[in-house]
């Protein structure tokens, strides 16, 4: 073979092992990181995974949310189709109220409560996450004029 | 009747725009000069109806117009002037109708700084930015028409979302829009030239300062953004990996990759097919970017389901422009691909190299914002993909690519020895290594990470001074000499030390900042790395259109007072929204940092974070330093000098009007 063309061979076969490497590590990235999103009614019917950590979204019930004199907070999430309580230890978005929707990502236990190690309130002016909005949906607990604004 | 004549500029812009599109361009095919030379003074009618329609809703927002909804949902009469300056592009019409603006700016521009460029050529580039100005401004007249009235007339506006009254981000998306829509020249340059069938050395030489122009505001815009989020979001991040920013992060590295094709194909005439893909892929991914975020089809998909209308023309608009892209590609390049010879050891590998990583870390990112949107899509689940992702990926790509940096701007073109340069890469490699052991004794604590970033970001800064020196070898410093060096040299040096800044301040804030979330009592202190934070008391502020507690935390280091930081808990009042103000004691070498979160107990104790983060300003110097560098390549006396003698040969020649 012309040497030229051999060493032009080796750096595609260098280049083309690189890239072979690289969409290895990244699926492999890429499953390893992937959260999935499950709404607390899936969860009570026991289709979330325990011990993996996943995200979970609904509406703060109203007067769950216990603050004692600590960053401990418990409050519980609803999507009108079951209820999960949940744990959180740090400041809470600034939009987080009882009664608006958030998502949570952390783990479950066996006993079903859902430690949080992250809470989001997603900062639009609708206060309600895509992901909570549709799970509602679902649940056929839209809150009146919510529907209308989710749109924008 | 003021925001109709708005409506009406935009309609008149959209027709004029038409002609822009089509005439030129049929001129430049058929021969006829006259056609042809209708470009440049339909770019400029065309700029200025759109900056009419723009300053009269910018009128609009300042008088408060609220019979026009959109100023009605985003302003109020509370609002600060300059957020209802702002606020024109504070929701999805108004900043529709800034990328329209800029569009026509930036092709402004073009007809009036290429006057070297031959006029068939700045013809087709006219065109090319004229139908994508008639996508836009027909996506706007149809879809999101920005001056449709409201009746009956609120007496109040709704008022611009919290987060976005802020300087930060006043300045941040018309930043990011300069970049996105100038990589529409670049796009332009490129299919023009398809067209023409010419892609020569002179054509990336034309392109070039576009490019790096446009590069440069995306750089600042993202740095930007990125700023915005750590000192107003409150919680101290500055890359979240979100797909918002993502969107942006994604024309920025096809946009860097087409820098660096761009510089191969002006200096050597080689990958000019690759750079004309490149053009095509950071505008298409600029217009995914801007569509993305501004539809609203990140957040949810199934807003994106529920406005047909807008959905739709946006994925025609995509596919149109990329399919119509790709196909004429298809059809002219392999008639262009002429590519010079060089060897493995040469500037041409360094950046073949560079363009392969960066636009495997591109698809990365591709493929981790937009599969869960498609699996959501298709209802299969919803899922995001977490940080860990996008991290894990960046190592294995970032580390050559840093390495490659450093030898690839020491080598020379075509071919070039190793041995050479062997020298001072070795005494690079071994300060690099050094500074990798040492940095993280300093900081306190050993992780690899810290070692790993710590030295590379050294060796791209030394291997770049080392480039600099070499420049100077055989001339002496002298002003003289330094003079004659080209400013883009001296832009490429700027921006490789903006990298190596980046890279140390990435690596060093992400192992050593400290993040405490802590229930303070007045008067309980706490310390971090030297500094002693003391919560003093919380007190109630009444601002302009909101009602605030201010919290005052003194910083002592050593008893002598550092700061005294307040930060905000805001209530907005027309939105009734809380929104968290960082205290932030900024420093080149640490960020002191303090939110307030909410009030615990009866006893005045307020839950308090408290962030110390080392170099982390360094992450928007490095940005800022890119973004100079790329001013610099712009500035470029070549530039200038070979439009004018270029002028002088068109005037000796005959225009020539053929395709």
């Not at chain 2, 615990?600 to 800022?624: E, H, N, Q, T």
Request: proline letters at 5%; glycine letters at 10%; a neutral charge.
């Amino acid at each position: 073979m012309h040497p030229k063309r051999k060493k032009r061979l080796m750096l595609v076969t260098l280049m083309v092992a690189a890239v072979g490497v690289a969409v290895a590590l990244l699926l492999n990235a890429f499953q390893q990181n992937m959260l999935f999103f499950f709404a607390p009614a899936q969860v009570v019917a026991g289709e979330a995974p325990e011990g993996h950590p996943f995200r979970i979204g609904g509406m703060v019930v109203v007067g769950t949310v216990e603050r004692g004199d600590s960053l401990k907070v418990k409050f519980t999430l609803t999507d009108g189709g079951g209820s999960v309580p949940v744990e959180y230890e740090g400041i809470l978005p600034d939009l987080f109220r009882e009664g608006q929707g958030i998502v949570a990502r952390g783990t479950l236990d066996a006993d079903g409560l859902f430690t949080a190690d992250e809470v989001l309130a997603k900062h639009d002016e609708n206060y309600m996450p895509p992901e909570v909005a549709d799970a509602l949906k679902k649940a056929g607990k839209m809150p009146y004029g919510a529907e209308t604004v989710v749109n924008q | 009747m003021i925001p109709e004549i708005g409506h009406f500029a935009l309609v008149l812009a959209l027709c004029v725009s038409f002609v822009q599109a089509v005439v030129p361009l049929w001129g430049s095919l058929t021969g006829r000069a006259s056609w042809v030379a209708l470009a440049a003074p339909s770019a400029q009618l065309q700029a200025f109806l759109v900056a009419i329609s723009y300053a009269v809703l910018t009128w609009s927002f300042i008088i408060s117009d609220f019979s026009v909804l959109y100023v009605a949902n985003t302003s109020n009469t509370e609002l600060p002037m300059i957020y209802r300056i702002s606020g024109v592009w504070g929701a999805h019409e108004g900043s529709l109708l800034l990328w329209a603006l800029i569009l026509s700016g930036w092709t402004l521009a073009v007809s009036l700084f290429s006057r070297g460029i031959p006029s068939v050529m700045l013809a087709r580039v006219l065109s090319v930015m004229a139908m994508i100005s008639v996508g836009f401004l027909l996506f706007v007249l149809i879809t999101s028409n920005p001056f449709e009235r409201l009746f009956p007339v609120p007496v109040e506006g709704q008022d611009l979302n919290p987060l976005l009254q802020d300087f930060g981000l006043a300045v941040h998306p018309p930043m990011l829009y300069m970049g996105y829509v100038g990589f529409a020249v670049a796009f332009s340059f490129a299919i023009a030239a398809l067209i023409g069938g010419r892609l020569d050395m002179a054509w990336a030489r034309w392109m070039r300062p576009w490019t790096a122009l446009a590069w440069a505001f995306l750089t600042v815009g993202i740095a930007l953004g990125s700023w915005w989020a750590y000192y107003e979001l409150g919680w101290g991040g500055w890359w979240f990996w979100d797909p918002v920013e993502n969107a942006s992060l994604m024309p920025w590295l096809v946009g860097t990759a087409l820098m660096h094709s761009l510089a191969a194909s002006e200096k050597r005439g080689v990958f000019k097919a690759w750079t004309v893909l490149l053009a095509v892929f950071a505008f298409s991914l600029s217009l995914l970017g801007t569509f993305l975020v501004r539809s609203g089809v990140l957040t949810s998909v199934h807003a994106f389901a529920s406005d047909p209308e807008r959905g739709v023309f946006i994925l025609g608009f995509l596919v149109a422009t990329i399919g119509c892209s790709l196909l004429l590609y298809a059809w002219r390049a392999p008639r262009l691909m002429r590519s010079g010879s060089f060897s493995a050891v040469s500037r041409e590998s360094g950046l073949l190299l560079n363009n392969v990583l960066l636009v495997v870390f591109c698809a990365t990112v591709l493929l981790g914002t937009l599969y869960p949107l498609a699996l959501d899509a298709l209802n299969m689940g919803k899922l995001s993909v977490g940080p860990p992702y996008f991290n894990t990926v960046l190592i294995p790509l970032g580390v050559p690519l840093a390495i490659a940096m450093g030898i690839g701007s020491l080598v020379r073109w075509k071919q070039d020895k190793l041995s050479r340069i062997a020298k001072g890469l070795a005494l690079a490699a071994v300060a690099s290594l050094l500074a990798g052991a040492v940095v993280p004794w300093l900081m306190g604590g050993y992780f690899w990470g810290a070692v790993l970033g710590s030295a590379l970001g050294t060796w791209v800064i030394l291997t770049t001074c080392q480039a600099l020196i070499e420049r100077f070898k055989n001339k002496g410093l002298s002003v003289a000499s330094a003079k004659q060096v080209p400013s883009s040299f001296y832009g490429m040096c700027l921006a490789h030390v903006g990298i190596g800044v980046l890279i140390i301040g990435i690596t060093l804030t992400s192992h050593y900042s400290v993040e405490k979330d802590l229930r303070m009592a007045p008067g309980e202190v706490f310390d971090v790395s030297g500094y002693r934070f003391e919560f003093v008391g919380v007190t109630e502020e009444e601002g302009p259109n909101y009602d605030a507690f201010v919290g005052l935390v003194k910083v002592t280091s050593g008893g002598k007072q550092v700061a005294e930081l307040y930060s905000e808990k805001r209530r907005y009042r027309v939105q009734t929204m809380p929104m968290t103000e960082a205290a932030i004691d900024p420093g080149l070498f640490r960020d002191l940092y303090v939110a307030l979160g909410e009030e615990i107990g009866s006893d005045g104790a307020w839950a308090v974070r408290i962030y110390y983060k080392p170099f982390v300003r360094w992450i928007w110097l490095g940005c800022l330093m890119m973004g100079a560098g790329g001013i610099l390549t712009v500035l470029d006396r070549r530039y200038k000098l070979a439009s004018r003698r270029e002028l002088r040969a068109q005037a000796v020649q005959p225009q020539q009007v053929t395709a």
